[in-house]
T-cell receptor, first 111, second 112 residues
């Protein structure tokens, strides 16, 4: 059974700091890994999708890497801003379009 | 552009009452549709997914059911709610597997 773990569970940083969120998964037989953002009481917004054959994806200040063999991914956020405050969720897709989610990292960026 | 709607936004129901949550997608055809639940202190859990009208796959045995009466409509139901059914229910879609899933705004359900 696929399990996804995210570390840390919560993170508080001052504005402008670069930061890294970690995600690990137990079964490397994945199609892709996706990072989402969730604001309180809201749905999920897709940030980045990395196919299993890719090593990284970038979007603006966000960079996500994937090491499938070791079962790890990182989300790097450069020059963090208060508007980045949210919960960040990692999910891996396995057969049949199934997404298995981690429990998320709650990020607070202090002005 | 595509949009996804869920209603109601919030629902408070007594234990043992029925449930019907609705999700509709606009701007696409024959999408894959998904129901997830996010319980307090837990990650998102896939409940059901559908690749076409009348085709429902259940991931977790429970007192919930799903139906897809139309191409872009996905309904989550229960005949008798339990306290443990409380949570945040999210509907999502994509055009096919291995693509980004797009999520609706969610329905917060509180069973008392």
């Amino acid at each position: 059974k696929q399990e996804v773990t995210q570390i840390p569970a919560a993170l508080s940083v001052p504005e402008g700091e670069n930061l890294v969120l970690n995600c690990s998964f137990t079964d490397s037989a994945i199609y892709n890994l996706q990072w989402f953002r969730q604001d309180p009481g809201k749905g999920l917004t897709s940030l980045l999708l990395i196919q299993s054959s890719q090593r990284e994806q970038t979007s603006g200040r966000l960079n996500a890497s994937l090491d499938k063999s070791s079962g790890r991914s990182t989300l790097y956020i450069a020059a963090s801003q208060p508007g980045d405050s949210a919960t960040y969720l990692c999910a891996v897709e396995t057969s049949g379009s199934r997404l298995t989610f981690g429990e998320g990292t709650q990020l607070t960026v202090n002005p | 552009s595509q949009t996804i709607h869920q209603w109601p936004a919030t629902l408070v129901q007594p234990v043992g009452s029925p449930l019907s949550l609705e999700c509709t997608v606009e701007g696409t055809s024959n999408p894959n549709l998904y129901w997830y639940r996010q319980a307090a202190g837990r990650g998102l859990q896939l409940l059901f997914y559908s690749v076409g009208i009348g085709q429902i796959s259940s991931e977790v045995p429970q007192n919930l059911s799903a139906s897809r009466p139309q191409d872009r409509q996905f309904i989550l139901s229960s005949k008798k709610l339990l306290l443990s059914d409380s949570g945040f229910y999210l509907c999502a879609w994509n055009n096919r597997g291995r693509e980004t899933q797009y999520f609706g705004p969610g329905t917060r359900l509180l069973v008392l």
